[in-house]
Each structure stands twice: as structure tokens, then as C-alpha cells.
């Protein structure tokens, strides 16, 4: 198990006038993994059975095992058998089960007042390799300080060395267990948006964003700024399982978790069964 050495990088405001503004945050927590040229990875595989999750206590470490083959299961449930929850969160990268050739690497982590982001290097075989067809499950795996980890609501996002989007999902370490028909909906202000683009977006009015965002300047606002979105989560819908589904592809469809589909739907392992109804968590 990688321990990690923290760096901290102070990043520089960047001022744009009456639009979205850039505002010196809480310094972010820039933490290098790997000095592989993961760059020059190349991934062409099937990431439908990777998962790449943010454990924070023994209870989520134990539903996340129960997820996985028994070959894997074992490997990684010795090493987060080390991890002190109390203390400690883990941060894990695996590519579910393939043949040879494929590998996963946790690169670098940042972690922002209102995120953590994490990018991973996936490798898949090219053409010309050579590789067995011994089934094989690419894990990687790192723990971090819980001291580190924002407070409150925060976005995890894991990517890959090509930019791809694996997971975006919104995590709260003081209330993980939170339903997800009461998760708030927020927005990242990005360069360029205005109060009334992101109300317009959203299909709400400016006046509304103000009263859910004491403080806000109804004038000004600043790139990264974090902005709470009014209105109530929609009614959970259901979904019939279909030839080739997995848990992780229904929860990336409606953009939920695969612990909050097993909990609303009391699911106890990863099976599912053709024809199976599964109720969708509400965001």
C-alpha cells in the first residue's frame, strides 16, 4: 500500500470582469503518485467493469468487496485490511477482470475545497503485443489522510491520462449514508457563465439561486465557486435489466452510485437477473 507524501501548490487568481471571476481558494493539495510517462498509455478497452471508488469507513470497504470476483476480492481486501478508517480513507482503481496486458496506475491526486480529483493511468494491450489469456484483475490502491478530504458535500472525480471521465459522484464524509432523494444539486461556475446562464440552464430563476446562496454577490461571481441549485430531486424511475447489464452500468447511466442502487433496491451482492426492476435513487 502507497502512503502519501503531501504537496501543497498555491494556485494564482485570475480576475474576469462582471462574469464569472477567479477567487485564491484554500490552497489545494496536489499529491504526485507516479513518475511514469502514463501519457503515452494507451487505452482502447472496455471500462464497463472497472470501478474506482473513495472508501472512507470499513462498512463501504466491505460492500465494495462484496462487489468483486472472488480472485480480486482477495488480493484487495488484504490490503484494506491495513487501513485505519478512523484515520484513513482509500482511494482504489480496478479494471474488473481481463486478459494480460492490461494494467491501471493511480497518478495523482488534487484535493480542492469542494473536490477530490484523482487521474489513473489505464493501459490496454495494442495490437502487436503479445499476452495471455489468463484472466487477471489490474488494481491499484492509496490512502490519504481523512484530515485531507474536504468538509461537507464534495465532488469525486476519477479520470483517466486521456481526460475520460470514469466516476463523478457527490460524497460527504460526516453523512455518507445520506439518501440520495435529499443530496443537494450544485454547479461549478466556469469562465464565462453569469448568474442568469447557469439559472437559465438549470431551468430556475436568478432571484431562487440567491435565496439558496446567502452572501452571493448578485453582480459578481467567481470561477470554481460552488453554487447550490434550488428545486426538488426528481421521482426515482426503474429500470429493467437487460442481457450484458452490470450494477457499475446502471449506476453510471443515471448517475448515481453502485452503493446507492444495492441500498435502494436491498441488494445484497452484485447479481442481477434478466428482466430484474431496479429503482433508480433520485440526485
Not at 464565462?192 to 446562496?213: F, M, P, R, W
Request: proline share 6%; charged share 25%.
Amino acid at each position: 500500500m502507497r502512503k502519501l507524501v503531501s504537496l501543497l501548490v498555491v494556485c494564482a487568481a485570475l480576475l474576469v470582469p462582471m462574469v464569472a471571476e477567479s477567487k485564491v481558494p484554500s490552497e489545494p493539495l496536489i499529491i504526485s503518485l507516479s513518475d511514469k510517462d502514463l501519457s503515452s498509455w494507451e487505452w482502447s478497452g472496455d471500462a464497463e467493469a472497472a470501478e474506482f471508488v473513495l472508501l472512507t469507513s470499513k462498512a463501504e470497504a466491505i460492500r465494495f468487496l462484496r462487489s468483486l470476483p472472488d480472485l480480486a476480492r482477495e488480493a484487495i481486501a488484504e490490503r484494506l485490511a491495513d487501513v485505519d478508517f478512523k484515520r484513513e480513507a482509500a482511494v482504489v482503481a480496478y479494471l474488473g477482470g481481463t486478459s494480460g496486458g492490461y494494467d491501471v496506475e493511480i497518478s495523482q491526486i488534487n484535493i480542492n475545497a469542494g473536490s477530490v480529483l484523482v487521474k489513473v493511468g489505464m493501459r490496454s494491450p495494442r495490437k502487436d503485443d503479445v499476452v495471455t489469456m489468463i484472466l487477471t484483475h489490474p488494481w491499484d490502491m492509496v490512502t490519504l489522510p481523512k484530515k485531507d478530504l474536504p468538509d461537507g458535500d464534495f465532488e469525486f472525480i476519477a479520470f483517466n491520462q486521456h481526460g475520460e471521465v470514469m466516476v463523478d459522484q457527490w460524497m460527504n464524509l460526516k453523512n455518507p449514508r445520506r439518501p440520495a432523494s435529499h443530496r443537494r444539486i450544485w454547479h461549478t461556475v466556469r469562465t464565462g457563465e453569469t448568474l442568469s446562464s447557469i439559472a437559465k440552464q438549470y431551468g430556475v430563476t436568478v432571484d431562487s439561486l440567491l435565496a439558496v446562496n446567502p452572501g452571493l454577490d448578485p453582480h459578481r461571481i467567481w470561477i470554481g465557486d460552488k453554487l447550490r441549485i434550488p428545486g426538488k430531486a426528481p421521482n426515482p424511475k426503474t429500470y429493467t435489466v437487460k442481457t450484458g447489464d452490470s450494477l457499475w452500468a446502471v449506476a453510471q447511466k443515471y448517475g448515481v452510485t453502485v452503493e446507492e442502487l444495492m441500498d435502494m433496491n436491498h441488494l445484497t451482492g452484485p447479481h442481477l437477473s434478466i428482466g430484474q426492476k431496479l429503482v433508480i435513487p433520485s440526485q
